[in-house]
């Protein structure tokens, strides 16, 4: 298990939320599987931490473009953040490198 501050900022929107990989694994999977479905894939693929309180849900469409939502969320008080990150098929397999090493993930780099 891994336990892990995750956090967004972009100008005046901003937020920050301690996760951990008990029981789901590490969010690196999510990105592995992105970047090895680079030309697109059907549905929503996601990752989630055990309490729902971190959320990564990715779509892709037919001309390579990539939406990665992400979902904060505290429930004492509560609160959620949620924000929308464009991503390139071209740029997947590096970001999934840089996730990867993070987490030591075992699949290591490609």
């Not at 901003?14 to 697109?40: C, H, N």
């Not at 990564?56 to 953040?81: C, E, I, K, N």
């Not at 590096?94 to 490609?110: D, E, K, M, W």
Request: charged share 20%; with cysteine; hydrophobic share 40%.
């Amino acid at each position: 298990m891994v336990e892990f501050l995750c956090s967004f900022q972009e100008k005046e929107f901003s937020g920050r939320i301690k996760s951990s990989t008990y029981l789901v694994g590490p969010p690196s999977a999510l990105f592995d599987a992105m970047a090895e479905k680079w030309q697109g894939w059907n549905d929503e693929i996601s990752w989630a931490d055990m309490e729902k309180g971190l959320c990564f849900t990715a779509t892709s469409d037919s001309t390579g473009h990539v939406t990665l939502m992400v979902s904060m969320r505290s429930y004492f008080p509560d609160r959620q953040l949620k924000a929308t990150v464009m991503l390139e098929a071209g740029g997947l397999e590096r970001i999934a490198n840089q996730i990867g090493r993070l987490f030591h993930s075992s699949h290591g780099t490609r």
